[in-house]
């Protein structure tokens, strides 16, 4: 039975770090906008693949909810009808939440398998909601745990709505990452709980301590990361795509605190492998951190004198919500000693 529901418990968290990585690609490509509304995208339940499809034309049926581009702003039909001869502006009506009209097909599709991406997510989250209910006179906080992924899904889709709604505001894309990070943690939490299998690991206090200083660290600079990245954005708006080479050429001065404190959380992380190496406290998963760090750093450095790499941006933002969740399951496991100890 356990080994089952944490079968499930790893795919939830296997597909949330898909959309992840999705929506890594999503920026990478500047395809935030790609579908202007939600949850349909241009008013389809699968998105046109040429701009013909979304501009008026006699004799076309329309469905209501349809959304075409007609003088540079989104109209969506009132209801379903078949148009005459020429444009009747009775049956259409502005689409007000936001005025970008602009049509993409490569954006439209990128962003629309990023949707798909969290709908599958979503339905696998709900999944373990419902099979965690068995789990229910063992240990509750399974099944309430698995209940609020799903409730946090649901929050973080509308977070995704509101991001669009915005045209892509700043403030929403770093609350909508953080969000992702807070479920990749509860989904750890319930594949950890769900986990009957004794580690051999020892309970040190300063190590405990040590490794929640590290995963804050690393949450501080995941937040100035995203800061980084928009003026990034905000350069690409300027130069565009192909100058890369001016992106960073005059950056934010939180850009060098970002880059220096990545200092300090390589030492952090490397004296705490040091010390659960010599006590042999049993972390071996601190090693997996220490790659991790080793090759941010590497697509930093990339990013910075390379101008921007293939793939370099969305890379370096994955590996940084898989070293979070690492990190975190390293604090799991350093604590759970402490509790057996308690109940001993």
Not at 54 to 63: A, C, G, S, V, Y
Not at 263 to 284: E, Q, W
Request: proline fraction near 3%.
């Amino acid at each position: 039975m356990e080994i089952k529901f944490r079968k499930i418990a790893k795919l939830s968290l296997f597909l949330v770090y898909l959309v992840i990585i999705a929506g890594a690609v999503v920026r990478m490509t500047g395809s935030g906008m790609g579908c202007p509304d939600w949850p349909k995208c241009f008013g389809y339940y699968i998105p046109p693949t040429d701009e013909v499809e979304l501009k008026w034309q006699p004799d076309r049926l329309f469905e209501k909810g349809q959304v075409i581009i007609k003088n540079k702003s989104l109209q969506i039909s009132k209801e379903t009808f078949t148009t005459n001869s020429s444009f009747n502006s009775d049956n259409w009506e502005l689409y007000t939440k936001h005025d970008y009209a602009i049509f993409n097909p490569w954006h439209t599709w990128i962003e629309y398998i990023n949707r798909l991406c969290g709908a599958l997510a979503g339905l696998a989250t709900l999944l373990l909601a419902i099979t965690s209910i068995k789990f229910w006179k063992k240990k509750k906080r399974i099944p309430i745990l698995s209940w609020l992924v799903v409730f946090a899904m649901v929050f973080q889709a509308w977070l995704g709505a509101t991001v669009v709604y915005s045209v892509l505001e700043p403030a929403k894309i770093t609350l909508h990452m953080f969000m992702a990070l807070v479920i990749v943690a509860m989904l750890l939490y319930i594949i950890y709980l769900a986990n009957s299998e004794n580690k051999l690991i020892r309970f040190d206090k300063l190590t405990l301590n040590l490794s929640i200083l590290a995963i804050g660290l690393t949450l501080v600079q995941i937040i100035m990361g995203t800061q980084v990245r928009q003026f990034v954005d905000e350069q690409i708006d300027i130069y565009g795509y192909e100058a890369k080479s001016v992106w960073l050429k005059d950056p934010l001065f939180l850009f060098y605190i970002h880059r220096s404190f990545s200092i300090l959380v390589l030492l952090l992380n490397a004296f705490l492998a040091f010390r659960i190496t010599k006590l042999n406290l049993g972390h071996i998963k601190i090693y997996w951190v220490l790659f991790l760090l080793i090759v941010e750093v590497f697509t930093g450095i990339a990013m910075n004198y390379l101008n921007f790499p293939f793939a370099s941006q969305p890379l370096h933002l994955v590996l940084a919500s898989i070293l979070f969740g690492v990190q975190f399951y390293i604090v799991l496991d350093a604590l759970k000693p402490r509790k057996n100890a308690k109940t001993s």
